[in-house]
């Protein structure tokens, strides 16, 4: 959205944001085929054919979640890499961008598990990809990190993380008892995830 966007533009924008923040929500909660357009529309005060105004169906809106998600964390992880100095401070600086996104985008993270075989096979080939490239990421740091281990060696213990990590669907600070935060959370994450990948 633009500086020179006028009210209408900036009004639709903001009801695109706020069909894919809550198509996150409801999906996650039951599932893609769970959920019809009225109820995603209802969530958002219009109506079902309403939402055709934003998207060509539903199945376009399962697309901007999970291709958005896999966008934000390849293009944030190359970012990340760029801007850090050495390759503990890459580790570092990775681990906690990933560990962000987890605990604000747990509706996307359950989606992704569950419903990514809803999506279409061409945004998925992409989603896949892009998915790919940000764990390729990690591994060529852990390369830099540990040159003498494997890639496939390396690989096991990202995704391992990437388990730990994307466990807030179900260990965020409501799951881990009255008296977690999300700070609290966040720093058990970052301190274990990079335990396990400098050990």
Not at 19 to 38: D, H
Not at 67 to 72: E, F, I, K, N
Not at 82 to 105: E, K, N, Y
Not at 135 to 148: A, E, F, K, N, Y
């Amino acid at each position: 959205m633009t500086s020179g966007s006028t009210p209408r533009e900036r009004a639709k924008a903001r009801r695109h944001d706020d069909l894919v923040r809550e198509a996150a929500r409801l999906f996650a909660e039951r599932g893609y085929a769970g959920v019809s357009l009225e109820e995603l529309g209802a969530a958002v005060g219009v109506s079902g054919p309403a939402v055709y105004r934003h998207f060509a169906g539903k199945q376009a809106v399962l697309g901007e979640i999970l291709l958005g998600a896999s966008r934000r964390l390849h293009d944030g992880g190359a970012t990340v890499v760029a801007d850090a100095g050495s390759p503990d401070a890459q580790l570092r600086a990775l681990i906690a961008f990933h560990v962000s996104f987890a605990l604000t985008g747990a509706d996307v993270i359950r989606v992704q598990d569950r419903d990514l075989a809803s999506l279409a096979p061409e945004p998925r080939h992409t989603v896949r990809r892009l998915q790919r490239e940000y764990v390729d990421m990690w591994i060529d740091v852990l390369t830099r990190l540990h040159p003498g281990r494997a890639r496939d060696d390396l690989r096991v213990r990202a995704h391992a993380v990437f388990g730990l990590m994307n466990s807030t669907p179900h260990a965020g600070p409501g799951a881990a008892g009255p008296g977690a935060t999300a700070t609290s959370v966040r720093g058990i994450l970052e301190q274990l995830a990079l335990a396990a990948l400098t050990a």
